[in-house]
């Protein structure tokens, strides 16, 4: 891992925004290396998923700037900049009800299609063509995360965990360069985060750079090259693993004073996640 | 000087009326996020129950009056009870809308079968003679009017502000969940704002009644012209409800005064679009702001309703024979003739499915592209001697250029304010209908309108438009279907229920809606040609509000999202008067209530029902393992 060579995938500079009073970031600034996995964590309400929307222009900074790749992408709308390649999930699972698995995870090829609706309703040779490749693609990724039993299920009908893992080989199917995960091993259990580790691993031998949130500290400290720490709206820490798992004031942003790190793992925290 | 101040006068006492019904919305929607439509129901509702009291049991004023009101509000309750609040727990809000669009339906069918068509008047509560203050006359009824609203305004307010009740209700209103946490019974706070909306309707219906002339269909003008007051003065609020409807009242007498009656109602939509345009939430705004990253609760009450292609290519050749051997076994007559209007209906029911069914965006204004290409194709063969199929053409390039002066407001809107929009254009084209008489003959049709032809060949008789229909029903499905099944299809269906999750995955969540809403616009206008060539008539009332609230009843009973659905819900309520007469006069009722049902129980529609049905015979062995997961759920 080395930082500072080349432009960096992700560079977010001095991001700043407040909801009334609430100030969620305040002058946050990292960068995200290219071909790296990157964790953000932070105790609830760190402002993390805010951080998203805000690299995502779902909702607006009040100051600071994103450069995805070196190109400014502060005030791009959310579709240009997924069209750009910034590809991301969202902490609530968000899969489309009435749509099945497959159908679901084809909806990330969208932007990439080359038939025309024109061309699809003639039922041209090469749009069918396309989308039995599209189907096979999409039910190797299936396969790969041990869902493509369920590939005609009406997708909310899954598991949670499910609905997550289904959502991150979604954003894959749009081709990313970076990938930003919100919270995926929420609702998995202990070997389903394995795979889901693997499969980060994965992702990032093919070159997709990842900015990942997790409360999952085994799974942090497992894949991530980078991780940056997030308190209460600012950047406390960032470094490797290790490093900033050793750093008192993280040791101290989580547990309070006195702690070990081995207590780490007591923070997973998915309860937020509660849905009716 | 006069004059203007007795049109002043006038306009607050007709605003008194709309802001009362606004404030019925208002309520309803600030606790449930619903716009109930059937709002304008209980005020028809309460008066012509009020009608029947003194005319026939010869109450007095006073008490028929009341009965009026406690039996719409009864009826307000058990309604509520029975559709409203076991909706809203599995509806998505759009659905709720067309739901309430149902409910109108149906009450609208009710007071057809027990009133009958013919107006009514009511004599006034103290007298006729109008009364004079500084010079302008005012008619009693008036005082009243105003006395009511603002008595019933006071009441809400100390309802609300300072009881338990009304707390309760406000805690609903500003935030359910955390109204539910606090303890409150939301399902039951729901009701009472229900009930509540009911009653205020139905005090607005009484007093207002001896002003008006009433018809079994006046229900629909109240709800519009609440729902525009609404819409202008802010929904989420009830000071901007109330200014809306003055404003509306104002409006509308002062267009009619100083321009014309015909144009009035065009004036008051041509208001609301610039409203809509400018201040989307109102001009009074509410004040609380929306989280845009949260969800909206995605209610799923839908199951996915998909044939496997060999079974949906084997169903549709059979139909498709059968359909094509059905003129040799009917009696050429009126089932035929039914069958061939099901038909044209069901092309623009195929682009409402697409719109609505698919990308979800519910319009309620359907019928005015069919008029736009209906007088388009007549109008040029009657008067210019144009070819039909160009008529048609020019018909839908027309409905197509309208869409897109339409999408620059609507696409800004979403859920109940594009419902509103829709709404406003299908008024505003029906009002211009009857407006402009020297082109469409006004309100009594457009006649000698000649038979659909295409080079040289005329489709005069029922058959041969019957088998026009077939070709052209038949051509569409397969067109759109391949489109359906595809990248486009996908797209729509993502936007439908989350469009910031589509957009975050790169699909143009714009261009989806605008060709969505193109394609309706399109075949909506050449369903509407063809209706007037098959009619050889046409006139504002087959192309206006009811047809739209029909055909959204014919897409949900046939089963929205499922292409083909639509045709069962256009057959089924097109040829119900057509095969047992005495129950034409209860098409409107069962419509309506059938649209509640299917929303209730049904919610695939027939079409959903009977893939299920077959789904169940064909039932393969290697079904998929059941979904347990153990820890897999959070
Ligand atoms: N759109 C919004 N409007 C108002 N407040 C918001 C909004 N988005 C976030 N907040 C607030 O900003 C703070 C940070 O929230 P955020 O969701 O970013 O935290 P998080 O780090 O993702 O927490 P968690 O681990 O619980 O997901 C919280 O106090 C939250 O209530
Ligand atoms: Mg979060």
């Given at each position: 891992m080395n930082g500072t060579t080349a432009t960096a995938a992700l560079s977010v500079a001095n991001l700043d925004r407040s909801f009334g009073g609430l100030r969620?970031?305040?002058d946050v600034s990292f960068d995200v290396a290219e071909g790296t996995i990157t964790a953000l964590i932070g105790p609830n309400g760190a402002g993390k998923t805010t951080l998203f929307n805000l690299i995502t222009n779902i909702i607006r900074p009040n100051a600071g700037k994103v450069l995805f790749h070196g190109h400014n992408i502060t005030g791009v709308t959310p579709a240009r900049i997924a069209a750009m390649g910034l590809v991301r999930t969202f902490q609530t699972a968000r899969v489309f009800p009435g749509m099945t698995v497959l159908e679901n995870v084809l909806v990330g090829r969208h932007r990439l299609l080359h038939a025309g609706t024109l061309a699809q309703m003639l039922w041209l040779p090469h749009t069918r063509r396309e989308e039995r490749n599209l189907a096979a693609q999409a039910e190797a990724l299936l396969d790969a995360v041990g869902l493509a039993s369920y590939r005609d299920t009406h997708a909310v009908d899954l598991p949670m965990g499910a609905q997550k893992l289904l959502e991150v080989i979604r954003a894959l199917m749009a081709k990313p360069r970076l990938l930003l995960l919100d919270e995926p091993a929420a609702g998995l259990n202990d070997s389903e985060t394995e795979e889901l580790a693997a499969l980060l691993r994965a992702i990032r031998e093919t070159g997709i750079t990842v900015l990942v949130v997790e409360h999952n500290m085994s799974l942090v400290m497992n894949v991530a090259d980078q991780v940056v720490v997030l308190e209460a709206g600012a950047v406390i820490a960032r470094g490797r693993p290790d490093e900033v798992q050793r750093n008192p004031r993280v040791i101290e942003a989580y547990l309070g004073s006195d702690a070990t790190t081995q207590d780490f793992d007591a923070q997973d925290s998915d309860a937020e996640e509660a849905r009716p | 000087m006069t004059d203007f101040i007795q049109l002043l006068v006038g306009g607050v006492l007709t605003g008194s009326i709309y802001a009362l019904i606004a404030l019925g919305f208002s309520l309803v929607y600030r606790v449930t996020g619903v716009i109930n439509l059937a709002q304008g129901a209980f005020c028809i509702l309460a008066a012509l129950t009020c009608h029947s009291l003194q005319a026939e049991l010869g109450w007095p004023v006073w008490a028929a009056s009341l009965g009026g009101i406690a039996m719409t509000v009864a009826a307000g309750a058990i309604t509520g009870a029975l559709t409203f609040v076991p909706g809203l727990s599995r509806l998505s809000n759009a659905n709720m809308l067309m739901m309430a669009a149902g409910l109108l339906t149906m009450a609208e069918g009710g007071i057809l079968v027990l009133w009958g068509s013919q107006p009514y008047a009511l004599p006034p509560f103290s007298g006729n003679r109008p009364v004079e203050i500084a010079g302008i006359l005012v008619p009693t009824q008036g005082l009243w009017v105003v006395g009511t609203t603002l008595l019933t305004i006071a009441c809400l307010w100390y309802l609300l502000a300072r009881t338990r009740l009304g707390r309760a209700l406000r805690a609903c209103a500003e935030n359910p969940a955390a109204a539910r946490l606090m303890g409150i019974d939301v399902p039951r706070m729901t009701l009472l704002a229900f009930t509540l909306a009911a009653f205020i309707g139905a005090v607005a219906g009484v007093v207002i009644a001896p002003a008006t002339s009433l018809q079994f269909d006046t229900g629909r003008l109240f709800t519009i012209s609440g729902f525009v007051a609404v819409a202008i003065g802010g929904i989420a609020s009830f000071p901007g409800s109330i200014l809306g409807g003055l404003l509306l009242g104002l409006v509308n007498h002062f267009a009619t005064a100083y321009v014309s009656s015909l144009f009035s109602n065009a004036i008051a939509l041509g208001l609301l679009l610039v409203v809509l345009v400018w201040r989307p939430s109102g001009?009074?705004?509410?004040?609380v702001t929306r989280r845009q990253d949260v969800r909206e609760e995605a209610r799923v009450w839908k199951h996915v309703v998909r044939l496997k292609p060999p079974v949906a290519w084997i169903t549709a050749g059979i139909a498709l024979v059968g359909a094509a051997l059905l003129p040799t076994v009917l009696p050429e007559g009126a089932i035929l003739s039914s069958l061939v209007i099901a038909g044209i209906l069901f092309i623009a029911l195929l682009g409402l499915d697409i719109l609505m069914g698919y990308a979800g965006q519910v319009s309620l204004g359907q019928a005015g592209f069919m008029a736009i290409g209906g007088y388009t194709a007549a109008w040029l063969a009657v008067e210019h001697d144009v070819a039909p199929l160009l008529g048609v053409l020019a018909g839908m390039a027309l409905s197509l250029v309208c869409a897109l002066v339409l999408s620059v407001v609507t696409l800004r809107l979403r859920g109940l304010y594009l419902a509103l929009a829709t709404l406003a254009f299908g008024l505003l084209v029906d009002s211009f209908a009857i407006g402009f008489s020297d082109i469409t003959g006004g309100p009594s049709g457009l006649v000698g309108i000649p038979s659909f032809a295409v080079g040289g060949f005329e489709f005069d008789t029922p058959l041969s438009m019957y088998y026009l229909v077939l070709v052209l029903d038949a051509v569409l499905v397969l067109l759109f279907a391949g489109a359906i099944r595809a990248s486009f299809g996908r797209a729509l269906q993502a936007i439908r229920t989350d469009q910031m999750a589509a957009a975050a995955l790169g699909v143009d969540v714009v261009k989806c809606k605008l060709t969505a809403f193109a394609i309706s616009a399109m075949l909506a206008s050449l369903s509407g040609s063809l209706y007037a060539f098959f009619f050889h008539f046409l006139s504002p009332e087959m192309v206006g509000t009811a047809r739209s609230l029909e055909l959204v009843a014919m897409l949900v009973i046939g089963g929205e999202g499922t292409l083909v659905g639509p045709l069962l819900g256009g057959i089924l309520l097109t040829m119900m008067p057509a095969v047992f007469q005495p129950l034409a006069s209860y098409k409107t009722f069962f419509s309506g209530a059938l649209l509640v049902l299917c929303f209730l129980r049904l919610p695939e529609g027939l079409f959903g029902g009977a893939v299920a049905g077959l789904g169940r015979l064909f039932r393969s062995r290697q079904a998929p393992p059941a979904l347990v997961g153990e820890g897999m759920a959070p």
């Open positions: 969620a970031t305040s | 001009l009074v705004g509410a004040g």
